[in-house]
T-cell receptor, first 115, second 112 residues
């Protein structure tokens, strides 16, 4: 149980284009989903928290107009990187939490490379 | 942002040895979670701790929630090659929006 998937697992895009990453909880309903970014050999950095049906809450320093988050259902959240730049290249990981639970379960991550 | 102090940052051990790592913070947490991350993968939950003083095992893994609620340790007994990876502690702040604060990670390397 508690399986979270991400799609795509890797993506290469050109500067100025937008990329959408999907995060799905496969066997539970995720009232809250989290999006993280991880640079090589570093820890996870929380970008935003999204609750189903409401606007995402972004961490300080994260541009909400650049990283668009939608949590339209209890099993799906999407992160769209708009007008991507090479410095947006990173490993993006989502996690999901069921209502009333403390544990967060992570997806396998999406490696984004912007050329 | 806020981080936990996790140590050691890296460990190089022989197969069969026991491993110990810990996390400390100046903040009080209501939940401690330990994750393992393999290269190019997302973190996998190993152990969750919910109460101060709680000691929990998962196979060869044992973790404890410090009595002050500001620290936690993870022990791995009789290490095997598949234990290689990066281990992260994560604390959930009291009163926070269920967000996790992560340690810097402990990179475990095992010599066969």
């Amino acid at each position: 149980g508690a399986v979270v998937s991400q799609h795509p697992s890797w993506v290469i895009c050109k500067s100025g284009t937008s990329v959408k990453i999907e995060c799905r909880s496969l066997d539970f309903q995720a009232t809250t989903m989290f999006w993280y970014r991880q640079f090589p050999k570093q820890s996870l950095m929380l970008m935003a928290t999204s609750n189903e049906g409401s606007k995402a809450t972004y961490e300080q320093g994260v541009e909400k107009d650049k990283f668009l988050i939608n949590h339209a259902s209890l099993t799906l959240s999407t992160l769209t990187v708009t007008s991507a730049h090479p410095e947006d290249s990173s490993f993006y990981i989502c996690s999901a939490r069921a209502g009333g639970q403390y544990e967060q379960y992570f997806g396998p991550g999406t490696r984004l490379t912007v050329t | 942002g806020q981080q936990l102090n996790q140590s050691p940052q890296s460990m190089f051990i022989q197969e069969g040895e026991d491993v110990s790592m810990n996390c400390t913070s100046s903040s009080i947490f209501n939940t401690w979670l330990w994750y393992k991350q393999d290269p190019g993968e997302g973190p996998v939950l190993l152990i969750a701790l919910y109460k101060a003083g709680e000691l929990t095992s998962n196979g060869r893994l044992t973790a404890q929630f410090g009595i002050t609620r500001k620290d936690s340790f993870l022990n791995i007994s009789a290490s095997i090659p598949s234990d290689v990876g990066i281990y992260f502690c994560a604390g959930q702040l009291i009163g926070g929006a269920q967000k996790l604060v992560f340690g810097q990670g402990t990179r475990l390397t095992i010599n066969p």
